[in-house]
């Protein structure tokens, strides 16, 4: 049950690190009562890992909101144990994380409680890794949760908690954005979604896109 990734190449990645990213999102649509929701995707992930709703914004027709991060990385665990389209991650941990020497986590459960700690781990610089140890609540347990990664303090992508196992993520982004319903922490179905994916070419830090109704126009600066 341990996913495990033999190295990631983030030579790519370190010139990017902390920039600040932008995309307005105009709504020339009749499209109302939605968010303008950021969600990932990424080239590896855990069998039972999900993606969430990781930055919205409320989006009226005729209006335009931006949404902005920085490329920060950060471990994250939540509450919620089962999860399904549109049900939050009951956010609860964030602990900071790097792609050398603080890219590993350990996560526990004692007292009723989740918590982090730093692990040496044998994972190569570049893949973000959590440990979960033989006290953190598995399949059937009541107080289940969940554990993944994040970006700018905000969760991106996690999977239920299981006693043992290691979880390993590629740390490189896929942007995809949506208007849609999700409120930020909910896990999003990127099949249920018209979503265009945000590529940066460049360089490039700033976006931005307006929907139609119908489709996605989407500008770089």
């Not at 303008?36 to 919205?56: E, H, I, K, T, Y």
């Not at 692990?119 to 033989?134: N, R, S, Y």
């Not at 979604?193 to 830090?205: C, D, E, H, M, N």
Request: proline share 5%; net charge negative; with cysteine.
């Amino acid at each position: 049950m341990t996913h495990t990734l033999q190295g990631v190449d983030v030579a790519d990645l370190v010139p990017s690190l902390g920039a600040q990213h932008s995309v307005a999102v105009t709504n020339h649509s009749t499209v109302d009562g939605h968010n303008a929701v950021l969600f990932q995707g990424s080239p590896s992930l855990p069998d039972n890992a999900v993606p969430l709703a990781w930055l919205a914004r409320l989006s009226r027709p005729g209006t335009t909101v931006t949404l902005e991060w920085s490329l920060n990385y950060c471990f994250v665990h939540g509450r919620q144990g089962n999860l399904h389209d549109g049900v939050d991650y009951g956010g609860a941990g964030v602990l900071d994380a790097r792609l050398a020497r603080y890219n590993v986590a350990g996560l526990s459960y004692r007292a009723g409680t989740f918590g982090f700690r730093r692990e040496q781990g044998d994972h190569p610089d570049g893949v973000l890794a959590i440990f979960q140890d033989d006290t953190v609540p598995g399949r059937d347990a009541y107080r289940r949760g969940c554990v993944g990664i994040g970006m700018d303090g905000a969760a991106t992508f996690v999977a239920a908690t299981e006693p043992g196992v290691d979880l390993t993520f590629d740390p490189h982004p896929e942007y995809w954005l949506t208007l849609a319903r999700y409120a930020a922490g909910a896990v999003v179905d990127p099949a249920a979604t018209q979503a265009v994916r945000l590529t940066f070419p460049g360089g490039k830090t700033r976006a931005h896109a307006t929907f139609t109704g119908t489709t996605w126009t989407v500008d770089y600066r």
